[in-house]
């Protein structure tokens, strides 16, 4: 059962051209604030009380996530594989230890640019939908297109294909089961399946789960981190064990031996390094389920972010400090891998192998989860067809729509996309999609500090420095720019596609959402003689959302 909200302001022409947005969420209260009305927290809000809550017409029961949970919401999704075995290749790119390190603290940097970045929007437009609401309220006109545009992107950059693979691949591993197309694909499959269960039908063991595992990690990468620090100290009994090379890292003339291995190599590296912070906004995906949000991802995303950073410089620390910089180089193993069989013998590769998977499921709950809430957040919005079912959160309190629809992106690719090219394609595509809107994103907080917009009053709660905005504005472009230039000589980024298949790729995804638009927004309606009005509308559920109406021209003004 619908229920139309009563304000006024709420029914509005879609391409109307001079209806007059509201400036305050206060004046559409019940329908909650919306980005594309141009409708944002205003900093004095905040010192009268408002914590964000209000902004976003959600039951209050919805909003299940605290500082704990938010914190551990980012945690988990920044640190999935890579930290086990991205390392070996940042050395091979720095080809030094000293210069390895550099990068992590370089990427550390970034990332911190990129978390008060996506501090700022998320306290200045508090609800679930992350990059959807921010896109919409800088690059409002044409209304709609750049909703759908996003819209596009959304079912690539959310797709677990890679990481169910991933956790598959260590988990069979730890069971000493081969891992076969067959049984790789069948786990992930499963692993896919209980992750869509859970979350879409229990709601709060799914957070207990993932705050459970973001414990776990955290721990165990703090006692690796603690032993290797350990053995650096040449405390007895935490020193490698005999028949292994022993690490001489850390004296000067070796901790710059091997620099200077030219540009293109340094790219390389800190391209690599940079994505390994990826997730620093995984928690403004799911705002309007967070507790007093504007207070608490002021304090989260902080809180992660450190913690990603202290591990993982610590963690590289503890790597050099264990194993010697040539076995790093020549080993197929990951670096993780020689540090346990240095440490601890070899027959603890096996229990490595289940810590990465666990590892791994943290990085998907919490990736998942939050990619249901910006799937919703569209089918908040009227313009996927039935959005009503994307919109609710029914049967369960949970948005199970949003959910199975990624459950089924992410199954398709598993089962369809062969290995070699065509995977690799998929994966580089995916990231290079979230680059892209990153890089919108920057540019568009950028531009609201322009004179041209200070109309819009855009002044939220927490102000992230415009020279950190800069910077992560300029890493962004970095990440666009480089796979559009030639690999260095001897490698090859694709055996038979060009290698500037993805960028081309990424920016070919938006015009899917553009051609959507247009015929939605403009064709049909053109065509057909009526034009589209929207207004909020309550559901049975509880959770408000918007309606489209088809309204005949004829009648239109009447």
């Known amino acids: 059962m619908l229920q139309p909200l009563s304000s006024a302001l709420e029914r509005t022409p879609l391409l109307s051209q001079g209806h007059n947005e509201p400036s305050s969420y206060e004046n559409t209260v019940s329908a909650g604030g919306s980005a594309l009305d141009g409708v944002a927290l205003h900093r004095s809000e905040e010192r009268q009380g408002h914590h964000g809550e209000t902004y976003d017409n959600v039951p209050k029961d919805k909003r299940q996530l605290g500082l704990f949970s938010a914190s551990f ?8 594989t890579g930290i086990y075995a991205t390392p070996s ?24 640019c990129g978390t008060a970045v996506y501090i700022e929007l998320g306290t200045g437009l508090p609800r679930s939908g992350g990059e959807k609401n921010y896109l919409e309220y800088i690059y409002r006109k044409p209304k709609f297109m750049i909703t759908c545009a996003f819209t596009a992107y959304t079912l690539i950059m959310g797709t677990a294909t890679a990481n169910s693979v991933v956790f598959s691949e260590y988990l ?12 790789t694909r069948l786990t992930a499959f499963c692993c896919l399946s209980f992750i869509c269960l859970l979350h879409g039908s229990l709601l709060k063991w799914g957070i207990r789960l993932q705050n459970t595992l973001g414990i776990l990690k955290l721990v165990v990468l703090a006692l690796i981190s603690v032993s290797g620090l350990l053995c650096l100290a040449g405390v007895n009994g935490v020193q490698v064990r005999d028949g292994y090379e022993k690490p001489d890292n850390f004296r000067w003339s070796k901790l710059w031996e091997g ?19 990826i997730g620093y906004s995984n928690a403004n995906y799911a705002l309007s389920e967070v507790r007093d949000p504007v207070r608490t991802i002021k304090r989260a ?18 790597y050099f400090a264990v194993v010697s910089k040539t076995d790093i180089l020549e080993s197929r ?23 990465v998977a666990l590892s791994t499921l943290g990085n998907l709950l919490a990736g998942q989860f939050s990619q249901g809430r910006v799937i919703q957040e569209l089918g908040r919005e009227g313009i996927l067809p039935y959005s009503s079912i994307f919109a609710s959160n029914k049967p369960f309190n949970a948005p199970l ?37 990153n890089t919108a994103v920057s540019l568009g907080l950028l531009l609201l500090y322009t004179r041209s917009y200070r109309v819009w009053d855009w002044n939220p709660p927490f102000h992230a420095p415009k020279a950190i905005v800069l910077l992560f504005f300029l890493s962004n472009v970095f990440l666009v720019s480089v796979p559009f230039f030639p690999p ?10 060009p290698y500037w298949s993805h960028p081309v790729g990424g920016f070919a995804v938006s015009l899917i959402g553009v051609a959507y638009w247009y015929v939605w927004s403009v064709w049909l309606p053109k065509s057909k003689g009526y034009r589209l009005e929207r207004e909020w509308v309550l559901q049975s559920d509880g959770v408000s959302r918007y309606a489209f109406h088809k309204v005949p021209i004829t009648t239109a003004g009447q």
């Open 488 to 497: 260095t000589p001897g490698s090859r980024t694709y055996e038979k596609l």
């Open 333 to 355: 193993r990951i670096v993780a891998a020689l540090y346990f069989r240095n440490l601890f013998g070899p027959t603890t590769e096996k229990a490595l192998s289940a810590f």
């Open 73 to 80: 919401l980012i945690f988990n999704r920044v640190i999935g």
């Open 259 to 277: 620099s200077g291995k030219g540009a293109n190599a340094f790219v390389s590296g800190l391209y690599n390094v940079i994505w390994s912070f």
């Open 301 to 318: 995303a902080p809180l992660a972010m450190f913690s990603v950073s202290a591990v993982y410089l610590f963690i590289n620390v503890a």
């Open 172 to 183: 069979l591993h730890s069971l000493s089961i081969e891992p076969t197309w067959f049984t």
């Open 89 to 112: 290749n940042i050395l091979r790119s720095s080809g030094s230890v000293g210069i390895a390190l550099i990068m992590w603290l370089v990427g550390a940097l970034i990332a911190a």
């Open 401 to 437: 729509a949003g959910l199975f629809t990624q459950y089924l992106v992410s199954c398709t690719f598993l089962f369809t996309v062969p290995p070699g090219d065509a995977y690799l394609f998929l994966i580089s595509l995916s990231s290079y999609s979230l680059s892209l809107v």
